[in-house]
């Protein structure tokens, strides 16, 4: 099973603090952690095209200095995609995945109903709901095998 991983609103939240800024969501690290373990995980970001280096800073700059060497370790082990429009482009034809992401676009949307995909789609705002990953770890621990060939 793979899964696919957005990160602005699943794995970056809103700063309690200053809610205009971005950064890391509650119990982000842990659930990456969870997710390493069973699945192969993978960027499905506007942030990574390819390259997964933007992505990467762009999570740096938004985490808490004491947590940023965990963060690079977990993040380093997450694949890169590439997409050109839609990043359902870089699902694989299998259907054997789950996408977390807040706002797919209207166009992906459209492209998971056509294949009967949408069940694979799992809804994450870390923005309004702060403890969303404690509900999606929840639900991936019912869909994901409890080892898997995991790693990055």
Known sequence: MQVFLDVDGVLLG??????????LADHALDFLAFVLTR???????PHCRGD?????????RHTKAADRERRLTLAGKVR??????????????DGRFVWLD????QGELAML??????????FVD??????DLLRAQ??????????ANAGG
């Open 80 to 93: 890169a995609t590439d997409w050109r429009t839609l990043r359902t482009d870089a699902l694989p034809l």
């Open 126 to 131: 870390t923005r309004e709901e702060p403890d």
């Open 102 to 105: 807040d706002a797919p676009e």
């Open 14 to 23: 809103l700063d309690r603090e200053r809610p205009s800024r971005l950064c």
């Open 39 to 45: 699945a192969n995980v993978f960027w499905l970001s």
């Open 52 to 60: 997964a280096r933007p992505l990467v800073y762009h999570l740096v």
């Open 138 to 147: 929840r639900v991936l621990a019912t869909r994901l095998p409890k080892s």
């Open 113 to 122: 109903r056509g294949r009967g995909w949408l069940a694979r789609w799992l």
